[in-house]
Structure formats: C-alpha cells, structure tokens
C-alpha cells in the first residue's frame, strides 16, 4: 500500500484533470470530489457530507492553489482543489472549452511516454493540460508525495503551439510559471511543483 497509494493519487488527479479538460461535459459521480474507493461505479444514492466538502473547500481556498495540499495528499483534499480550480477555468474561459479545439501535442524526450499533453484553443486564447502516466519507474520509493522530482524528467519535453513559442505560462494548479524554450516546453519545468498541470498565458485572472 505505501508503495502504490502514490501511484493511485498520480492516476487519480491525472484523471480528474482530464475529466475536467477535455471536450465533451465534465462530470464527477456525487460525493466523489475527495477520494473513492468503490471497486465498482459509485452508488450516486449514497449521502453526501456536503457540511465537510463546504469546510475544506473554504480551507483550501484560503491557502492558495491545489499544491498547498499536495504534501497532505491522503486526505483527499488536494483532488477538491484541483476540482475547484478546473471548473473555475471553464467558468472565465467558457468558449475555450465548450467550443474550442482540441490539440493532441507531441511528446518528446527519454520518458516520452510517461506524459499526457494537450491544448485547449479557441481565438488567441490557450490552455495546456499536462499529466502524468505510468509514473512508477519515477517515482522516489524514500518519499510517499504522489511527484516526481523535476529532475527525473530529464530531457523530456512537449512541443507548443507557434503562438506560445518562449512564452511565459502560469499554471492554475500550482504558483508555478514555467517559461517555454522555443516551441519546447520541458517537464521538468511544467511538472516542477505538481504532478499535473494546467497552464494558460499571462492575462487569465486566477481565482
């Protein structure tokens, strides 16, 4: 359990993120904003603690972006933060997902296949959504944070959009700013702080 709960919270925040991001209408089973562990689908009958998920979403809020939570990851919080902070996306941006584009981006470099990455595009507006796959072989087995360290992403890159080509990115998830080398965007800079991301240009007011 200590080995893979890691694991299991990379996969789960990396399906949540792109739950939230990719086209189509985002939905969440009821109750299943913090952790869920039903070997099947969850009953949507089941009650709901609405008084708690009201107490630590006024939590969260308070310190800041999803990954103030990270190094607490067990209680489920850091998943109802970045749940916050998706929809809360689409809300100030609502062309760009419910009629924008949908742009696959390649992945490059030594752990190429351990990356998610796409782009979201509708005008001049973007959003990056990046996660992280099959981090096992990454993961540092001393430390139980569900990250993996920047460095161990060594020359692993995607390749942007001409228009964020060297461009300043601010990612909603994190404090995290990575700036892109040319039309490449290594993950080592974009996953530095979480082990998702979701990044937008200079000009997107955060929450």
Known sequence: MKRIGPLGAID??????????????????????????????PDNRRPVDYALRREWLAEVEAKGPPSEQLQNWRDGRVKLAIVRRALALRKHCESLFAQGEYIPLKVEGEHAEKVIAYARHAGSAFAIVIATRLAAPLLDASNDVPHVEPSRWGDTS??????????????????????????????????????????????????
């Open 12 to 41: 789960s925040l990396q399906q949540t993120l792109l739950r939230l991001t990719s086209p189509g209408v985002p939905d969440l089973y009821q109750g299943t904003d913090l952790w869920d562990f039903s070997l099947v689908d």
């Open 158 to 207: 995607i390749v942007l959009p001409a228009a964020l080509h060297s461009r300043a990115l601010f990612d909603w998830l994190s404090l995290n700013a990575p700036k892109a080398d040319g039309e490449r965007l290594f993950m080592r800079d974009a996953l530095a702080v979480m082990p998702v991301a979701l990044l937008v240009e200079e000009g997107v007011p955060k929450p």
